[in-house]
């Protein structure tokens, strides 16, 4: 059964600061990964989307990596902003349409 | 578009009551999915529909039904409300599967239901 880690739970970091959010899977044989942002108390909006014969997706400030070989992803977010703050989840597709979520990465950026 | 709309946003039921969850796009997606949110646990798939008129269990299907007969519309059936289910329930849809980046998921705002 694939199973999603992120880690930290939660991280706080002053505003400006480069950081990296990481996701790891148990199951190497997926199709795609994608990052959601999710505020409080909303849904789930997506961020990035990477198919799995892919190496990293960009938008803006937020850069995705995947390596599937190794069950890891990781999301760089630069030059963080309090508008930032938000929970964020990576989710992996494996086989079938389901999405694999992980608990997700509480980020706050402090002003 | 107003993308994917579910309603209600909040409800409360006693144990045992049923109650439908509405959940709609106007993307003309195919698939359409339902998750859970509960503390601790991340999201988990209850169902999902690949097209009108199919659907699949997906993770933890029981105590739940779902039908699509039309491609717009996707409900959720609490068939008798347990207090297990209360929980955050959010509805998403995307294109056809397995076309690239097409498979970015739209979600709903949510449903937050409370069971006692």
């Known amino acids: 059964k694939q199973e999603v880690t992120q880690i930290p739970a939660a991280l706080s970091v002053p505003e400006g600061e480069n950081l990296v959010l990481n996701c790891s899977f148990t199951?190497?044989?997926?199709?795609?990964l994608q990052w959601f942002r999710q505020d409080p108390g909303k849904g789930l909006t997506s961020l990035l989307l990477?198919?799995?014969?892919?190496r990293e997706q960009t938008s803006g400030r937020l850069n995705a990596s995947l390596d599937k070989s190794s069950g890891r992803s990781t999301l760089y977010i630069a030059a963080s902003q309090p508008g930032d703050s938000a929970t964020y989840l990576c989710?992996?597709?494996?086989?079938?349409?389901?999405?694999?979520f992980g608990k997700g990465t509480k980020l706050s950026v402090i002003p | 578009n107003a993308g994917v709309t579910q309603t209600p946003k909040f409800q409360v039921l006693k144990t045992g009551q049923s109650m439908t969850l509405q959940c709609a796009q106007d993307?003309?997606?195919?698939?359409m999915s339902w998750y859970r949110q509960d503390p601790g646990m991340g999201l988990r798939l209850i169902h999902y529909?690949?097209?009108?008129?199919?659907?699949d269990q997906g993770e933890v299907p029981n105590g739940y039904n779902v039908s699509r007969s039309t491609t717009e519309d996707f409900p959720l059936r609490l068939l008798s409300a347990a207090p297990s289910q209360t929980s955050v329930y959010f509805c998403?849809?995307?294109?056809?599967?397995?076309?690239?980046?097409?498979?970015?998921?739209?979600f709903g705002p949510g449903t937050r239901l409370l069971v006692l």
């Open positions: 990477i198919q799995s014969s892919q």
């Open positions: 199951d190497s044989a997926i199709y795609n």
């Open positions: 993307m003309n997606h195919e698939y």
């Open positions: 998403a849809s995307s294109p056809t599967p397995g076309q690239g980046h097409a498979e970015t998921q739209y």
């Open positions: 989710a992996v597709r494996a086989g079938s349409y389901q999405l694999t």
């Open positions: 529909s690949v097209g009108a008129g199919i659907t």
